[in-house]
């Protein structure tokens, strides 16, 4: 089955402890994207990958960081969490970008709360 | 990258039609409207894309002027599982990978 899979789906952490969301999908997609999602805040992008080992910043990275070493996976991780960093995110991935006549395909979410 | 608007949020009933309405003035050449739905604590999903006219899928039907600064997300005989946030994204491959996508519009559909 064709999806995106985002590990853990449900965390709570501390302030200050480092920690990885990953993010997996099995379409062969050369674009991976990270967004959060805060109430009434939309989706808000944080940063994307257009193909292996390029990435560049959203609009929201300041506190985030992310690789990608192999066209499958796109971690998104957070060096040393904060209060406010506590929000929905979600991982998608699309053929070739985020537009066009290419659909993004969405993971199921991760909720994180950052104490 | 086009800017969006939309209501932020419609009511409606079962049975009925709803259209909502997208505006997007600065859209570019390369620019494609496609539209996502979203339940809660989902991720969004597709649910119709085009360019430019009128286009009609098994779930919806998008309309898009000529000029293309607006587009209408047209939802017929609505039922109580369409209650979702509707975005729509603006956006082409040729401006790298920036995706911004508006703050939706929350349809709620009553009985």
């Known amino acids: 089955e064709a999806q995106v899979t985002q590990n853990p789906r449900y965390l709570i952490t501390v302030t200050g402890k480092k920690l990885t969301v990953t993010c997996s999908q099995n379409?062969?997609?050369?674009?991976m994207s990270w967004y959060r999602q805060d109430p009434g805040l939309g989706l808000r992008q944080i940063y994307y990958?257009?193909?292996?080992?390029?990435?560049d910043k959203g609009d929201v990275p300041e506190g985030y960081k992310v690789s990608r070493k192999e066209k499958r996976n796109f971690p998104l991780i957070l060096e040393s969490p904060s209060p406010n960093q506590t929000s929905l995110y979600f991982c998608?991935?699309?053929?070739?970008?985020?537009?066009?006549?290419?659909?993004?395909?969405f993971g199921p979410g991760t909720r994180l709360t950052v104490l | 990258l086009a800017k969006t608007t939309q209501p932020i949020s419609m009511d409606s009933y079962e049975g009925q039609e709803v259209n909502i309405t997208c505006s997007h003035n600065?859209?570019?050449?390369?620019?494609?409207i496609t539209w996502y739905q979203q339940f809660p604590s989902q991720g969004p999903r597709f649910i119709i894309q085009?360019?430019?006219t009128k286009v009609t899928n098994e779930v919806a039907s998008l309309f898009i002027p000529a000029d293309r600064k607006s587009s209408t997300l047209s939802l017929p005989r609505v039922s109580l599982s369409d209650t979702a946030v509707y975005y729509c994204?603006?956006?082409?491959?040729?401006?790298?990978?920036?995706?911004?996508f508006g703050d939706g519009t929350t349809l709620t559909v009553k009985p």
């Open positions: 998608a991935s699309s053929l070739y970008g985020p537009g066009g006549t290419d659909t993004q395909y």
């Open positions: 379409m062969n997609h050369e674009y």
């Open positions: 085009g360019y430019k």
């Open positions: 600065n859209i570019a050449t390369n620019d494609y």
């Open positions: 994204l603006v956006a082409s491959n040729t401006n790298a990978g920036k995706s911004t």
């Open positions: 990958s257009m193909n292996v080992e390029v990435t």
